[in-house]
């Protein structure tokens, strides 16, 4: 039993405990303040252990969500043995557990897929049923009929139609692990990773908790995958944060998504398209008897409904607090809504909850201080890095193409780790479009061949060439627009 300072049981206290954030609110409305969280008051001293090696591997994956998915197979199929830790029963994470079941923009302005390579295989592997988006030849399309169709499925941006469909949860969890079966990598679920081992300013692996206890993995390369940076911190690597004290600002919010079957929504859309001025009423009296209202989206199928959640800001998403009470919260406005709903929009009579997200949505805790800081000023400018790693989508048809670099990926105060997922090397006005899926898949793809061949040739990964990199991601299927003339600093 652990015991305290003075050498006796802990006791359970009264003291206080609050959640830390400045204050409460809900798209822009504010609550009162809350107490300030002082931190913990108490140690308690844990006496030194040995903590057993669980294996040793080329490439350990931590984190198995969009960006772990793509880099654990990109790896493996350069032949570096692959082990990839993911703390839930499932892989996916907010595309699978989270319900951001939507998967955003992969065309450009003019319809053609730039995301491609991992991105393309796995929704490639969903059965028909499974994924609903327009077809290729309405990609890039104005015209106002197939852009008011798609936009109720969220796959029209800007009066633009685009690739990005709505997927069934469910067949994305099953194929992300059935893929990774297929390559050879190894998976290990419900096991979290709580800790770095670091050797100076190199990282040689990690340390996870399970119903086994702790255990310790060794690596030639480690890819943090975890969405939140948590390997890197761990380790002591410096990172950007900008979420105190923002305020009402949605790219800081977090929220529970949510699912109800037994919809009508032929009947919902014919209604708002026919009554606009009833569908703005209906709106308005939801925001007085609730006070917010969520857009009920059309899911795969048109009996199915997503709703996105109420998107709560004032949150931090590393702190355990905040995060059980956005968990109560948005499964108070669930039910709020779905009352709602019944009794006032056209075909919801029959509505029932599905599920509400397994994960919560967090949009940003740490970015990575890396080689290269993707920035609004280069991507404004057209920019092409010479050092790219995959093409995004730009926010505006008014800009090019964005150029994703490298240097993006790979840590400025740490060897032998690779990043991917949202929170790669960014300013904030770029982290509001890298966080997205596709872009996910992007950066961690990048960091898997990466991985592999730093693990390969002994090399590390900020000496790599990036020449060999380029080529490997072409061989995989990625969309590159530049030739890559150098080798990263």
Not at 305 to 314: E, K, S, W
Not at 406 to 429: F, K, M, S, W
Not at 460 to 467: G, Q, T, Y
């Amino acid at each position: 039993m652990a015991t305290s300072e003075s050498g006796g049981t802990p006791e359970q206290h009264g003291d206080q405990y609050h959640t830390g954030r400045e204050s409460w609110f809900t798209e822009g409305t504010e609550r009162p303040d809350e107490p300030q969280d002082s931190g913990p008051q108490r140690t308690i001293h844990e006496p030194a252990r040995e903590t057993p090696v669980y294996e040793e591997t080329d490439v350990l994956v931590v984190g198995g969500g969009p960006a772990g998915c793509a880099a654990a197979v990109a790896a493996r199929r350069l032949g570096a043995k692959v082990t990839l830790v993911e703390r839930y029963n499932h892989l996916g994470g907010l595309s699978t557990g989270g319900l951001v079941i939507w998967i955003d923009r992969m065309s450009d302005w003019e319809g053609r897929q730039i995301i491609t390579g991992f991105a393309s295989e796995i929704l490639e592997r969903l059965p028909a049923d499974a994924v609903a988006g327009a077809p290729q030849e309405q990609w890039g399309s104005r015209e106002p009929e197939p852009v008011a169709h798609w936009r109720e499925r969220l796959s029209a941006f800007r009066d633009v139609v685009t690739w990005s469909p709505m997927i069934d949860p469910e067949w994305l969890k099953y194929e992300s692990v059935e893929l990774l079966e297929e390559v050879g990598a190894r998976l290990l679920l419900h096991a979290w990773v709580v800790d770095a081992i670091v050797d100076g300013r190199e990282l040689r692996g990690a340390i996870f908790e399970s119903k086994e206890g702790r255990r310790a993995i060794l690596a030639k390369v480690v890819v943090d995958t975890t969405g939140d940076l948590d390997v890197c911190a761990a380790a002591g690597a410096p990172y950007e944060s900008d979420v105190e004290g923002q305020g009402a600002n949605v790219q800081h919010c977090v929220n529970t998504a949510w699912t109800w079957a037994g919809i009508d929504f032929a009947k919902w859309v014919a209604w708002k398209r026919a009554n606009p001025e009833e569908h703005r009423a209906l709106f308005k009296r939801g925001h007085e008897e609730l006070g917010y209202l969520e857009t009920p989206h059309v899911g795969w199928r048109d009996d199915v409904g997503l709703f996105m959640g109420p998107r709560l800001t004032g949150y931090s998403g590393l702190k355990v607090a905040d995060l059980t009470a956005v968990e109560i919260e948005s499964r108070r406005r669930m039910t709020a809504h779905l009352e709602f709903f019944r009794r006032h929009a056209p075909g919801f009579q029959d509505a029932w909850l599905m599920l509400s997200a397994p994960q919560l949505g967090v949009r940003h805790t740490r970015r990575l201080i890396g080689t290269h800081k993707m920035a609004m000023e280069e991507w404004r400018e057209a920019v092409r890095h010479d050092d790219e790693i995959g093409v995004s989508p730009s926010p505006s048809a008014k800009f090019a193409n964005i150029s994703v670099p490298y240097g993006c990926i790979v840590p400025a105060e740490l060897d032998n780790v690779l990043v991917g997922g949202r929170h790669v090397a960014t300013d904030p006005q770029t982290q509001a479009f890298m966080r997205e899926i596709p872009q996910c898949w992007l950066t961690g793809q990048a960091a898997g061949v990466a991985a592999a061949l730093s693990a390969g040739s002994a090399t590390a990964p900020r000496a790599l060439d990036v020449r060999e990199l380029q080529h490997e991601l072409r061989r995989q299927g990625v969309y590159l627009q530049t030739a890559g003339a150098r080798a990263a600093a």
